[in-house]
């Protein structure tokens, strides 16, 4: 959910405009770090035509501006965008929130996690807010565990294993190290 004064965005574009924050750039250059089997691509891939319509949605919403042309060996010049100061802001906010919904874990939360990484950031807090978040939805989870019929039961036992696998993901999460987000050993 979207504070008054940040902006709602889908998270390709919220993608887009946290790359193009880190620093000016144009289209081709996003896509590319966006594309499969790339950092951000392998876990949120966000085809080249996408990229290209979340830049053209944060120009029209005045989130990033055309500050220059780059010369293409391949093409026409390549238009540089740059975040405005309020779009830098909504940025760093965006990154610091907690996703509010347990199905918003695999995407928003993981792609919050590999940005942050690539600013050099500690997780550490986001981690932590999210824990707080995650106990909510498992305390209103477990006082509907035993209640409906036979689906409902089901539904909310699956549920509550959603939760604690996205426990263990954030149990994974070396929160001491910018640089390495997931524990390997």
Same mark, same amino acid.
């Given at each position: 959910?979207?504070?008054?004064?940040?902006?709602?965005?889908?998270?390709?574009?919220?993608?887009?405009?946290?790359?193009?924050?880190?620093?000016?750039?144009?289209?081709?250059?996003?896509?590319?770090?966006?594309?499969?089997?790339?950092?951000?691509?392998?876990?949120?891939?966000?085809?080249?035509?996408?990229?290209? @319509? !979340?830049?053209?949605?944060? *120009?029209? %919403?005045? #989130?990033?501006? =055309? $500050?220059?042309?780059?010369?293409?060996? &391949?093409?026409?010049?390549?238009?540089?965008?740059?975040?405005? @100061? !309020?779009?830098?802001?909504? *940025?760093? %906010?965006? #990154?610091?929130? =907690? $996703?509010?919904?347990?199905?918003?874990? &695999?995407?928003?939360?993981?792609?919050?996690?590999?940005?942050?990484?690539?600013?050099?950031?500690?997780?550490? %807090?986001?981690?932590?807010?999210?824990?707080?978040?995650?106990?909510?939805?498992?305390?209103?989870?477990?006082?509907?565990?035993?209640?409906?019929?036979?689906?409902?039961?089901?539904?909310?036992?699956?549920?509550?294993?959603?939760?604690?696998?996205?426990?263990?993901?954030?149990?994974?999460?070396?929160?001491?190290?910018?640089?390495?987000?997931?524990?390997?050993?």
């Amino acid at each position: 959910m979207a504070k008054p004064d940040q902006p709602d965005l889908p998270l390709a574009e919220w993608i887009v405009l946290a790359l193009v924050a880190e620093r000016p750039s144009h289209g081709f250059a996003i896509a590319s770090l966006t594309a499969e089997g790339t950092e951000i691509g392998e876990f949120w891939y966000i085809s080249r035509p996408m990229v290209y @319509r !979340s830049i053209t949605r944060l *120009v029209e %919403r005045g #989130l990033i501006t =055309p $500050v220059g042309a780059e010369e293409s060996d &391949r093409g026409p010049q390549r238009m540089i965008y740059a975040t405005t @100061r !309020s779009a830098k802001t909504a *940025v760093s %906010r965006w #990154l610091s929130q =907690p $996703v509010a919904h347990l199905r918003d874990i &695999r995407a928003d939360f993981t792609s919050k996690l590999l940005l942050l990484q690539r600013r050099d950031i500690s997780p550490a %807090r986001l981690v932590e807010r999210q824990r707080l978040v995650l106990d909510e939805i498992e305390e209103s989870l477990r006082t509907k565990e035993h209640t409906g019929d036979h689906l409902a039961r089901a539904i909310y036992a699956w549920r509550l294993d959603l939760v604690s696998a996205a426990r263990r993901l954030l149990d994974a999460v070396d929160v001491d190290s910018p640089q390495s987000a997931v524990k390997t050993g």
